[in-house]
Each structure stands twice: as structure tokens, then as C-alpha cells.
């Protein structure tokens, strides 16, 4: 069995630009519809939303509830099991946001 870091487990349910942003989405407003989502985040596609949701949902981050209704209701939330990653996503976007006010002194301009 190939042994690899444990760091690249992580990396591989949160790679990409979209996942993060949306985790922290879910975990600040909570449950959301998808089309709340998409005006959440207006620049994602829908298809690139519906993929990474798809992703998050098998990796068992984001809980799917379908409602038997019509017009069909999907709602999305973090699992208990996503919850965990909340620390980890806020120290994230708080690293990002004091790394673009380093990068603004040093260089004077907005990155």
C-alpha cells in the first residue's frame, strides 16, 4: 500500500477555487437552496456549482435533501461530519485576508 501525506487527503476534497467558498457559504447561512447559492456566489456556472456540490455531497462535507414536491425543492447544508472543517475553512479565509494586507504593504497595490 502506497503510503502519501495525510495532507493530501484534505487537499483533495477542498482543491479548487469553488469548494472553499462554498463551504463557507453553507456554514454561515446555514441551509441553502441552490439558486441561493448561485446568487450567494454569482460567479460560479451552474453546472460548476452542481459538480462541486456533487463532489462535497460523495465526500459526505455537504448534506442533499430532496423534497417530493413540485416544482422539485433541493436544500443544502454542511454534515456533521463538514462541520469539522470549519475552523480549518475560517482560518483559511482569515490567513487569505491578512495575506492580501501583507502583499498591500509591501507592494502598494491590491491583489
Given at each position: 500500500?502506497?503510503?502519501?501525506?495525510?495532507?493530501?487527503?484534505?487537499?483533495?476534497?477542498l482543491?479548487?477555487?469553488?469548494?472553499?467558498?462554498?463551504?463557507?457559504?453553507?456554514?454561515?447561512?446555514?441551509?441553502?437552496?441552490?439558486?441561493?447559492?448561485?446568487?450567494?456566489?454569482?460567479?460560479?456556472?451552474?453546472?460548476?456549482?452542481?459538480?462541486?456540490?456533487?463532489?462535497?455531497?460523495?465526500?459526505?462535507?455537504?448534506?442533499?435533501?430532496?423534497?417530493?414536491e413540485?416544482?422539485?425543492?433541493?436544500?443544502?447544508?454542511?454534515?456533521?461530519?463538514?462541520?469539522?472543517?470549519?475552523?480549518?475553512?475560517?482560518?483559511?479565509?482569515?490567513?487569505?485576508?491578512?495575506?492580501?494586507?501583507?502583499?498591500?504593504?509591501?507592494?502598494?497595490?491590491?491583489?
Amino acid at each position: 500500500m502506497k503510503q502519501y501525506c495525510k495532507f493530501e487527503s484534505a487537499l483533495e476534497i477542498l482543491v479548487g477555487k469553488w469548494k472553499p467558498v462554498i463551504l463557507l457559504q453553507l456554514i454561515a447561512n446555514g441551509t441553502m437552496r441552490f439558486s441561493e447559492l448561485q446568487k450567494a456566489i454569482p460567479e460560479i456556472s451552474k453546472k460548476m456549482l452542481a459538480q462541486q456540490l456533487r463532489e462535497l455531497e460523495y465526500n459526505d462535507i455537504v448534506r442533499r435533501e430532496v423534497y417530493s414536491e413540485v416544482p422539485p425543492k433541493v436544500e443544502y447544508s454542511i454534515s456533521d461530519y463538514g462541520k469539522s472543517l470549519g475552523t480549518v475553512l475560517q482560518a483559511m479565509n482569515d490567513w487569505g485576508a491578512a495575506h492580501i494586507d501583507h502583499m498591500n504593504a509591501r507592494y502598494g497595490v491590491d491583489r
